[in-house]
């Protein structure tokens, strides 16, 4: 394909657009606030507990406290007015009990993965949008979650559960086909390494990290050491928050010990990034966020309490509380297309964040000062050009 089509095809899916680039290469991109135009409106009233981006940037997946999940389209912005985008589609009884997790399939916004408190992970068809299989467990699920990877394990969910252990389901087959255990105590979260397809990361309350290899006969490759030493025990207390970065170079953690950790994934080691006092005492599962293709260095997005705290990764720095939200903020997510933050949270509402627009300097004070959007280009001919 030559260049001039893949240009093309990239201003089709709102991928090109300099003035937007030059703006992630400014330090506006650490300063988000409440976006101006564009805002969420949940389909129920009940606490909001989980929200997912397609990897497209065109889907807003959200899960509630009383089981029902919602799609918004956000890649349509109105450009002459505020945008309240209502659900494009939803499912009131989806589960039975609280929505603790929902991803997308990466590869494909035809499906979707839910993981619930009624001790089931269903697998959605988005275009009728109906469970077509279900998962059943002896405890609560917390996170349930796909790789991002294509191979063998793109069709595999691990599943953390309540009941100290990590399932692996085969979307295929139907079945579990892996049980790994470690933990001797709830699993709050579990992600796929992003360097290593047949890796799995874990944490749970009983403080611990742990790295799986899905192909070992004992699959605990790993325990993270908050002192790298002979210790497991990654933070003192629940780890409530598991992140990675784009390429799986850093993980990040927090935990009810009010610590965030670094972690190096060459070598399994804490980094000793000192990142102060986060104030988190949760022991619940809170969904943190990383920037992806942002700016450099990556910036982590961390619930607590009622708002969203903003570090540096590489440095520890605390750079900013975004406020806005009345009730516990129970996760954040990162479109990666356009910069933006959404955050959903008890007080029933999703609320998303950006940079401030950049707005044309001419030096005419009396000058309107011209609308910026994130799919409007800045560079085409306009029939009100002179």
């Known amino acids: 394909m030559s260049n001039v089509v893949c240009l093309c095809e990239d201003r089709k899916r709102f991928l090109f657009d300099f ?12 300063a988000f606030e409440l976006s101006k135009n564009t805002s969420i409106k949940p389909k129920t009233n009940y606490a909001t507990t989980a929200v997912d981006i397609d990897t497209n940037g065109e889907y807003l997946l959200s899960g509630d406290s009383v089981g029902a999940v919602a799609i918004h389209q956000i890649n349509e912005i109105n450009i002459n007015s505020n945008a309240v985008i209502e659900a494009t589609c939803s499912e009131q009884k989806g589960h039975k009990y609280c929505v603790n997790s929902i991803k997308w399939f990466p590869k494909d916004t035809g499906i979707f993965v839910t993981g619930s408190s009624d001790k089931t992970v269903r697998v959605w068809d988005t275009n009728e949008m109906t469970a077509v299989e279900t998962f059943k467990f002896a405890g609560h699920v917390y996170d349930a979650e796909l790789t991002e990877r294509s191979g063998k394990t793109s069709n595999l969910i691990a599943v953390a559960i309540s009941d100290h252990q990590i399932k692996l389901c085969d979307m295929k087959s139907g079945s579990d086909t892996h049980t790994l255990r470690g933990h001797s105590a709830a699993v709050n979260d579990v992600i796929w390494s992003n360097r290593n397809s047949y890796a799995v990361i874990s944490a749970g309350r009983d403080g611990k990290i742990v790295m799986w290899d899905i192909r070992r006969s004992k699959s605990a490759l790993h325990y ?14 629940s780890v409530n928050s598991l992140s990675q970065t784009e390429g ?22 804490n980094t000793f990034i000192n990142f102060g006092s986060t104030g988190c005492i ?11 293709n942002s700016c450099y260095p990556g910036l982590l997005y961390l619930p607590n309490g009622s708002e969203i705290s903003v570090y540096d990764i590489l440095t520890g720095q605390h750079i900013t509380n975004l406020p806005g939200h ?19 949270s008890s007080d029933c509402t ?19 000062t011209k609308t910026y959007t994130p799919f409007q280009d800045s560079w085409s001919d306009s029939d009100e050009d002179t």
């Open 19 to 30: 003035s937007y680039i030059h703006t992630l290469r400014s330090n506006k991109t650490l």
């Open 248 to 269: 799986g170079l850093f993980l990040l953690s927090s935990g009810q010990d009010e610590q965030i950790r670094c972690w190096d994934m060459t070598n399994g080691e």
């Open 350 to 368: 999703i609320l998303v964040w950006e940079p401030p627009a950049p707005s044309e300097q001419n030096g005419d004070d009396d000058a309107p």
């Open 326 to 344: 009345f009730g516990r903020v129970n996760a954040v997510c990162y479109n990666r297309v356009y910069p933006q933050l959404y955050s959903c």
């Open 282 to 292: 949760d022991k619940k599962t809170v969904g943190a966020a990383v920037s992806f």
């Open 224 to 237: 993270f050491d908050q002192f790298n030493g002979n210790s497991e025990k990654a933070h003192c207390g």
